[in-house]
């Protein structure tokens, strides 16, 4: 049997004229506060769910069911028994009719016949005018309510992401761009301040890439080209995303689009593959017949390589030359005697929930479950970083963890609780897509073929997180 869904009403109206009480400290006794007063009696309590919203942006509307009136402002644990839905032009409305969960006298009350006959008149009166009202069922109530609870925490994670201060890296835009040419008094670097000149997606992408006390030294912008490949006898031309290559003071990113976006759309998301300037091995511009290749070798703390090539278009010669010259400078020489700065790993503490799942305690006891697989397997290690895959994505409920020394992939699998685990010091590099067709984490490790695991759009923070400790990590191990 399906489970109940109940949620908690705040009642804004009573149906008809309601005591109010109040809570008198000084005698610790419940008072009478007052009388809410209606100007036409109802057939039900009106008020809203808590913690919703509708695509308006406004809290799902409710009537609850009830023999005496409820007060306004109190707090009601309800069960949906239908919803009522009305149009008017191109507007929809729509509204939950519950029953207090509290009232024995509704706890069989499942569906519109199972309402006393008085509300039940009410509502088929409201069914019969001609505002093309209907009637829904309890499932549809529910689902209902699921979407209006889910939209409502998005809302909130989105809030607190637009209430983060601004990164040291970001200039300000209002500068003029005579303005913008280097001093040494300058706040910004020049890479900073014509940051304006990247698309406006990618400067975007970047608040999700880099550090808020990360400075930007250098960029070199990748337009969309194409170049002739030839396979055997076969040729064929090769369409590269725009893509952004960046230096920082902590690692090279290279960014591109996950899928070319079509004109007037913001983006469709990004790939991007980021190295500890640490790990720097070597750098190399090849000059082709119609392209610039580059190619980036870093090396894990094993001494094992790896090399990543990136292409660009002849028209940014300049650009990518600068570029390999500035990395360049981060190569380890012979007899190093250079400081070499440490970097500080800063853990994470985000919160592993799953903002698709109604049922917080659901959600909560996969996760305990899921640490108590991995709890044997760390060896006095500290927990940098987590990330969580529910349950609802491909491959089940997983559970990723970032200690000082491993990477542990834990799966909800009592005969194979461990998908992978991992030696931090052997990876050279990580790549995390962040896209509406599918996102992944990759951990590249020379001489194997990387280590990829999908995750929902949901958990991009916890991931982006997991990324963000492996590469402070590894510049450091």
């Known amino acids: 049997m399906k489970d109940t869904v109940t949620f908690d009403i705040v009642v804004e109206q009573p149906f008809a004229d309601a005591n109010t009480f109040a809570y008198d400290e000084h005698a610790r006794a419940i008072r009478l506060d007052g009388v809410a007063r209606v100007n036409d009696s109802a057939w039900a309590n009106r008020g809203f769910i808590f913690a919703s919203a509708t695509p308006r942006g406004e809290p799902l509307r409710v009537f609850l069911i009830s023999d005496a009136p409820i007060p306004p402002n109190v707090r009601v644990e309800a069960r949906a028994v239908g919803a009522l839905e009305w149009t008017r032009g191109a507007m929809t409305d729509r509204a939950?009719?519950?029953?207090?969960?509290?009232?024995?006298?509704?706890?069989?009350?499942?569906?519109?016949?199972?309402?006393?006959?008085?509300?039940?008149?009410?509502?088929?009166?409201?069914?019969e005018r001609p505002a093309s009202a209907r009637w829904l069922d309890a499932s549809f109530a529910d689902e209902l309510i699921h979407l209006a609870r889910q939209r409502a925490r998005l809302a909130q994670v989105e809030q607190r992401e637009q209430a983060r201060a601004r990164p040291a890296w970001e200039s300000d835009s209002s500068r003029s761009l005579i303005d913008r040419l280097a001093r040494e008094t300058d706040l910004h670097t020049q890479a900073?301040?014509?940051?304006?000149?990247?698309?406006?997606?990618f400067q975007q992408y970047l608040r999700l890439c880099l550090d808020p006390d990360e400075r930007i030294l250098f960029w070199a912008h990748r337009p969309r080209f194409s170049i002739n490949r030839v396979m055997g006898i076969d040729a064929f031309e090769k369409f590269l995303c725009e893509g952004l290559l960046l230096l920082t003071d902590q690692q090279i990113l290279w960014m591109m689009d996950s899928v070319t976006p079509s004109a007037g759309v913001a983006g469709y998301g990004y790939i991007a593959r980021?190295?500890?300037?640490?790990?720097?091995?070597?750098?190399?511009?090849?000059?082709?017949?119609?392209?610039?290749?580059?190619?980036?070798?870093?090396?894990?703390?094993?001494?094992?390589?790896?090399?990543f090539v990136l292409e660009f278009p002849t028209s940014a010669r300049e650009e990518v030359t600068e570029a390999a010259r500035l990395l360049k400078a981060f190569l380890p020489r012979a007899n190093e005697t250079r400081l070499r700065r440490v970097p500080k790993v800063k853990a994470s503490r985000i919160e592993l929930d799953d903002p698709m799942e109604s049922d917080r305690d659901k959600t909560r006891a996969i996760i305990e479950q899921l640490q108590s697989a991995l709890a044997p397997e760390l060896n006095r290690e500290n927990i940098l970083a987590q990330a969580f895959v529910p349950m609802w994505a491909d491959g089940g409920a997983r559970l990723i963890t970032v200690s000082d020394a491993k990477v542990f992939v834990t799966a909800q699998n009592a005969r194979k609780p461990f998908d992978a685990a991992f030696c931090v010091n052997a990876i050279a590099?990580?790549?995390?897509?962040?896209?509406?067709?599918?996102?992944?984490?990759?951990?590249?490790?020379?001489?194997?073929?990387?280590?990829?695991?999908?995750f929902p759009?949901?958990?991009?923070?916890s991931f982006n997180a997991c990324g963000r400790v492996l590469r402070q990590l590894s510049a450091r191990i």
């Open 429 to 454: 590099s990580v790549e995390i897509c962040y896209s509406v067709f599918g996102s992944w984490m990759r951990l590249h490790v020379p001489d194997a073929n990387p280590f990829e695991i999908a």
């Open 192 to 201: 900073e301040a014509a940051l304006f000149l990247v698309p406006y997606r």
């Open 274 to 307: 980021s190295v500890a300037v640490e790990m720097l091995a070597a750098i190399a511009l090849e000059e082709k017949i119609e392209y610039l290749e580059t190619k980036i070798a870093s090396v894990n703390k094993r001494g094992a390589r790896e090399m």
């Open 457 to 461: 759009l949901t958990a991009f923070k």
């Open 96 to 127: 939950i009719v519950a029953v207090p969960v509290a009232d024995a006298r509704y706890a069989s009350a499942r569906a519109f016949n199972d309402l006393p006959a008085p509300h039940r008149a009410a509502i088929q009166r409201l069914l």
